[in-house]
């Protein structure tokens, strides 16, 4: 199936065609040491040096041969940069050295991956997609996170050369689509890990939609594709949709099967959680916010199609323009931790090519608590998730006009609608600039019911246009107070009669 060959230093080439998810090899290694690429070059040498004395010739002359990335080094000895080249990580902080799996050079865009198996003790490389014959096989020695300066950085730190791999020495043109993609995902991945467990339990939709996004980012071959499908399912568990959760942990027992085989720990995890999720999965039924069963996955739709991705991932569904909006929908107001950050691009509310530019319309609703003043109006707010944050307002009056209405002054239980408003998560802030309004509207009006078609509020124009904006349709920015959909549209047909 495969074959080393050195005519370029070392590598490992396929002798046949390897199909996706074939095991390519498994491996035992002949040195493995708790011995990380951070302990210091003289506890390194000695315990390699034990191991080394303990081999046979054959493993003697094939460490020997191994590749030597700095052989001009005036220090370090042969068996330390060796095994910090090409050691291949096991358990905890453990790195093992392998007769055939250390001579598989890294790639950025790799077409294998390498997995300890602790179950059967041994390295394994499975085939991430078709490799043909004559094709060399490539794993990632890192993680594939960042643009090209951000790999060769991280390369060069770990291994003390710069990676020369296609994807990192083609021309920048070649890479530029691939090096946003990954910068987005990062930036994405940045916001996720911030929120945690939070965002999991208190802003699912959201979760669930920032990991959409990252799934469309990674090509199908991606290592990252089954923990992104596990992820997923374990929100959906949490939230009490079984029918969900059960199509991710299927497509994440698929992802690893291929990555990993029928015999890792993550694919036997995902094996027991979907016998009995309730016992293997601690999370699950934590709220009952999506609760659905496995006979309500659509087995009508094909999964290859895209209205399968679309149920499955919660993709929202645009409202009827003569539909009064829900003020509980996140997606069009979302809370304090559900908003985008400043400086940091985020694909549900920016264009991915312009970050400056909105894909939509979104406003922050919060129903005020308190008012103070210090050097300008700070107003303590409670959102619609029950964050109690400030919002601070950055206009020439410092909000001076903002906080008054009718010449009346501010209430406590009215409502601010902040357009376009971002979240500063370090102050627990909202900052406005000049797109804000005070509504008086008692909580409950969005914070339980939403408004119907026949809410009384919506016989003030103001607070109708609000309700009845296309929020999704963004052609330009817009200003309270928002012209009537509707009553543009009449005003069009009087004219035109």
């Known amino acids: 199936m495969y074959a080393v060959r050195t005519s370029t230093g070392q590598g490992l080439y396929a002798t046949q065609m390897i199909p996706l998810g074939t095991r ?27 191991q080394y004395d303990k081999l046979d010739d054959f493993q003697k002359a094939e460490f020997n041969s191994m590749y030597d990335s700095d052989p001009f080094h005036p220090i370090w000895h042969y068996f330390v940069r060796v095994f910090r080249t090409v050691s291949l990580p096991q358990k ?6 392998f007769v055939v799996a250390s001579r598989i050079r890294h790639s950025c865009q790799p077409n294998a991956v390498g997995h300890w198996n602790e179950n059967t003790k041994r390295h394994t490389v499975h085939a991430l997609r078709t490799i043909h014959e004559d094709e060399e096989i490539y794993i990632s020695w890192i993680a594939i996170t960042g643009d090209r300066a951000t790999r060769q950085a991280l390369h060069k730190k770990k291994f003390g050369f710069p990676c020369s791999c296609y994807l990192c020495t083609s021309p920048p043109s070649l890479s530029a689509e691939h090096d946003r993609k990954k910068n987005e995902i990062a930036s994405i991945d940045l916001i996720r890990r911030k929120h945690g467990d939070r965002g999991v339990k208190e ?21 990252a594709w089954p923990s992104i499908f596990l992820q997923a399912a ?9 029918a969900r959760a059960t199509a991710f942990l299927r497509k994440a027992m698929m992802g690893y099967l291929n990555h990993q085989g029928d015999d890792s720990s993550n694919y036997l995890r995902c094996q027991a959680a979907m016998g009995n999720p309730v016992k ?24 290859e199609s895209m209205q399968w991705e679309n ?38 509310f920016h264009e991915t090519d312009n970050p400056e530019k909105p894909l939509r319309h979104w406003c922050f609703l919060a129903e005020i608590l308190s008012v103070e003043y210090k050097s300008r109006h700070i107003v303590k707010v409670k959102d619609v998730a029950g964050n109690l944050v400030s919002v601070v ?16 002054e501010l209430k406590v239980g009215w409502t601010v609608a902040v357009l376009y408003g971002e979240q500063h998560a370090e102050s627990e802030r909202v900052c406005v600039q000049d797109q804000a309004r005070l509504m008086e509207c008692e909580d409950y009006g969005w914070n339980e019911k939403g408004h119907r078609s026949d809410c009384d509020l919506l016989k003030d124009q103001g607070l109708a246009s609000f309700l009845m904006f296309d929020w999704h349709d963004f052609h330009r920015f817009i200003q309270f107070p928002i012209e009537n959909p509707i009553e543009k549209e009449k005003k069009l047909l009087e004219d035109m009669f």
């Open 393 to 408: 307002f950055g206009t020439n009056d410092l909000g001076e006009r903002l906080l008054t209405v009718n010449e009346q």
């Open 92 to 97: 905890d902080n453990q790195q093992g050295l």
């Open 280 to 303: 293997k999965i601690k999370s699950t039924g934590l709220t009952q916010k999506w609760r659905s069963s496995t006979a309500d996955i659509p087995t009508h739709l094909d999964p």
């Open 234 to 242: 374990l929100l959906c568990y949490t939230h009490s949709d079984h």
């Open 203 to 223: 802003w699912p939709l959201k979760t669930l939609s920032r990991w959409d996004r990252i799934a469309q980012l990674h090509s199908e071959s991606s290592t």
């Open 311 to 348: 149920w499955l991932w919660r993709r929202e569904k645009e409202q009827s323009l003569r539909e009064p909006k829900d003020l509980r929908d996140h997606a069009n107001f979302p809370s304090f931790y559900e908003l985008p950050v400043p400086g940091a691009p985020d694909s549900d």
């Open 24 to 50: 390519i090899l498994e491996e035992e290694p002949i040195i493995s040491t708790s011995v990380s690429r951070d302990v210091s070059y003289e506890n390194a040498l000695k315990e390699l040096t034990r």
